[in-house]
């Protein structure tokens, strides 16, 4: 008995190390990240917080020249901050390009002083590229938004270097989530939602 206990043994120790690294190879998967202004960051969560394999959205600050600045200093203006989204997310589930699908389609392109009914630089769009690949995918994206794109007006979404991104306090991260009734309204009073359809059409938001 004591040979077969041995082989049951040994088969049993090498399944284990043949599962081990498979499983450590997934929870070690990288990340990537991906930062888009467009305008209100409330309302740049959603569309994103839908999609497979996003892990994570949360609202914050780039583009400015203050470290951590709070929302009531952005706000005030002079930080040089835009209100953005960061898009925590897998690529081997969810590519740079179907996010810049989404940001497109959540936004509009052609408005140079804010978004919708928020205006001001702060609420001004740009896609913020982390390294060459994406601002290569990004450059595409806004060539062909450029010639095929649903109107003929010039497209002030900007594409500029990523340098840092601030958190906004708790409160703000999925405020959708946490008071619905008053962000549906806001969204509905901005007239988001009208003028993505205006522009996209059936495609608006996704």
């Known amino acids: 008995m004591k ?9 049993l120790a090498t399944l284990l190390l043949a599962i081990a690294p498979t499983a450590d190879a997934d929870e070690e998967r990288p990340l990537a990240r991906a930062t888009f202004a467009g305008g209100c960051f409330w309302c740049m969560e959603p ?7 996003v892990v ?3 609202s914050g600050f780039s583009g400015g020249h203050v470290s951590s600045p709070s929302y009531q200093e952005v706000v005030r203006g002079g930080t040089g901050h835009l209100e953005v989204v960061q898009v925590v997310y897998d690529p081997e589930v969810v590519d740079y390009e179907r996010l810049l699908e989404v940001f497109w389609r959540n936004i509009d392109p052609y408005q140079a002083d804010g978004q919708f009914c928020d205006r001001g630089d702060i609420y001004r769009s740009a896609i913020f590229v982390h390294d060459d690949e994406q601002a290569r995918l990004a450059r595409d994206s806004l060539a062909e938004l450029a010639a095929y794109g649903p109107e003929d007006g010039p497209i002030d979404t900007r594409i500029l270097p990523f340098e840092a991104f601030y958190p906004a306090e708790e409160y703000h991260q999925g405020y959708y989530l946490k008071n619905p009734v008053r962000y549906r309204y ?8 009208q003028r993505l359809e205006a522009l996209w ?3 608006a938001g996704g």
């Open 3 to 11: 040979p077969l206990t041995a082989t049951l043994a040994c088969l």
């Open 201 to 203: 059409g059936d495609q």
């Open 47 to 53: 569309p994103y917080d839908r999609l497979d394999g």
């Open 186 to 193: 806001y969204r509905w009073r901005c007239g988001r939602d």
């Open 56 to 58: 994570e959205t949360i």
